[in-house]
């Protein structure tokens, strides 16, 4: 399992190349999330405070896990 988490890591890292990257896939993410009929109940507290908040500490924890930039502190 462990070789497949890396080998999945490494995969992600080469279709997203930075911050911007993470950014733009997170909104498309929660796009199509927070308006889909099976997730909508468990996405009811961030659609209420909005992304604004949201996207950039996720953008940290991605940004940390894919590319060990050590911007998540959480």
Do not use: K, N
């Amino acid at each position: 399992a462990r070789g497949y988490v890396s080998l999945f890591h490494r995969d992600i890292a080469a279709d997203l190349a930075d911050r911007a990257d993470v950014e733009a896939l997170l909104y498309r993410f929660y796009g199509r999330a927070l308006c889909d009929e099976l997730l909508y109940e468990s996405f009811t507290d961030l659609r209420a405070g909005g992304l604004d908040a949201h996207i950039p500490t996720m953008c940290d924890f991605w940004e940390t896990t894919l590319f060990r930039t050590a911007r998540y502190r959480g």
